[in-house]
């Protein structure tokens, strides 16, 4: 068989040294690939104005999968101060390059994974009937449409007239808004489309379905956001009676989604949502399974292009450490949610395994395992750095 070419984008501060990482692992296991680096991130706005070259979007349409690091964003302001002088004033705008990539390819599915690994010192716990704790386990998958909603990018601040005098045509908006000066408005759309919509929703009972999930659960705010809430919740409701019978349809807001989930974390299966508030939701459940050093993700699109990346940022402020301390997990993770999309199920099993391996011996843990702050000087004080973790992972695979 051919090797595959995969795209590598390591974006900015700890993307590449965890990009690094998950490839050393995915080379143990196996898994034989050509990885082409592309341009993506803040050097490329800071020099370019562009963090999302064209030459990056060429190699990923010819490629198809990009195995992603982290991305820095900053406010627009903040952003544009940034350019190098030539650049400066000629009124380019930073957009991120990573919601760039979601809409060029329509990479409108993004599914991720929250799941509990036993050992885990970063577990949740609560209190248990008898006074003692429980860990539930928490097995849940996130299914966040990736291309509308809050993220679609249509928004104005001083809405041009033609905007302006559409909104005014909206009875609760003269009333509010009527006597505000346009100026003084800014305006942020929310746009859900029943196509999108649909795909997200069958993406989710598909999962649901093929892993033996018992329940999908939306998780938007019908009550209040009708229109764009309340389209998803009535398709989700014709979409299960019609094909998804045997799969429970739950219905939770947003934010009773928030106290939920530390009461019964372990009730629910397959959650989707909103661009905004599947975001939300899918940061609050890593943060039962020991936060984003564990949160991976997928995304693609209807016609194969995947790209997979770790949900943290890129955390700046350790990208320069002599000894890099950051946990490598997400992103091997997310490399194994590429090898589920090609077909690499095995070696994809294999990692997975050796990781739980890790993390249920209890002896190599990174600092945030070990509940440390994030300094220079952990490694010493015991922690395992992101080389260390990769190594032991790639023990377990050895064995």
């Known amino acids: 068989m051919a090797k595959r070419t995969i795209i590598a984008l390591p974006g900015d501060g700890i993307g590449k040294t965890v990009l690094d990482e998950a490839i050393r692992v995915l080379d143990a296991a196996g898994f034989e690939a050509d990885y082409i680096e592309a341009d993506i991130g803040w050097e490329f706005w800071r020099n370019e104005g562009e963090p999302l070259p064209e030459r990056t ?11 992603f690091g982290a991305i820095t964003s ?6 544009a101060a940034e350019l190098i002088p030539a650049l400066q004033n000629k009124g380019l705008i930073y957009s991120s390059p990573i919601v760039g990539l979601r809409q060029h390819f329509n990479l409108d599915i993004c599914a991720r994974p929250c799941k509990t690994y036993k050992g885990n010192p970063l577990n ?20 966040r449409q990736n291309t509308e909603g809050l993220y679609g990018g249509v928004e104005w601040s001083s809405p041009p007239d033609q905007v302006y005098d559409a909104l005014m045509t909206h009875p609760k908006f003269i009333k509010n808004f009527g006597d505000v000066p346009k100026e ?3 305006v942020s759309t929310r746009i859900f489309t029943k196509k999108a919509t649909e795909r997200i929703l069958r993406a989710a009972f598909e999962h649901a379905r093929k892993y033996g999930y018992k329940s999908v659960t939306v998780c938007e705010k019908p009550n209040v956001i009708r229109e764009t ?24 807001n947003i934010d009773a989604q928030m106290m939920w989930l530390t009461k019964n974390p372990e009730n629910y299966g397959v959650i989707v949502a909103g661009n905004m508030f599947g975001d939300i939701v899918s940061d609050a459940f890593a943060g039962l399974i020991g936060g984003l050093g564990f949160a991976c993700s997928a995304q693609f699109s209807a016609d194969g292009i995947g790209v997979f990346e770790p949900t943290h940022g890129s955390a700046p402020k350790y990208a320069d450490f002599d000894v890099s301390i950051v946990n490598p997990i997400a ?23 050796a990781v739980a391996e890790v993390i249920a011996e209890g002896k190599v843990k990174t600092y945030d395992m070990m509940k440390m702050t994030g300094r220079p000087d952990v490694v010493e004080k015991g922690a395992a750095s992101t080389q260390e973790m990769t190594d032991a992972i ?6």
């Not at 979007?57 to 195995?67: A, D, R, T």
């Not at 490399?335 to 095995?346: G, K, Q, S, Y």
């Not at 790639?394 to 064995?399: E, G, M, P, T, V």
């Open 57 to 67: 979007i060429k190699l990923i349409e010819e490629h198809k999968i990009g195995l």
């Open 74 to 79: 900053k406010p627009k302001d903040d952003a």
């Open 124 to 143: 949740f716990i609560r209190r248990s009937q008898d006074g003692g704790t429980d860990e539930p386990q928490v097995d849940v998958v996130i299914f």
């Open 184 to 186: 003084e408005i800014s």
């Open 229 to 252: 809430s309340g389209m998803m919740f009535k398709m989700a409701k014709e979409i299960q009676k019609a094909d998804y019978a045997d799969i429970q349809l739950w219905n939770t």
């Open 331 to 353: 992103m091997v993770e997310s490399a194994c949610m590429m090898l589920d999309f090609i077909n690499e199920n095995e070696k994809a099993a294999r990692i997975r395994k």
């Open 394 to 399: 790639i023990a377990k695979l050895d064995r």
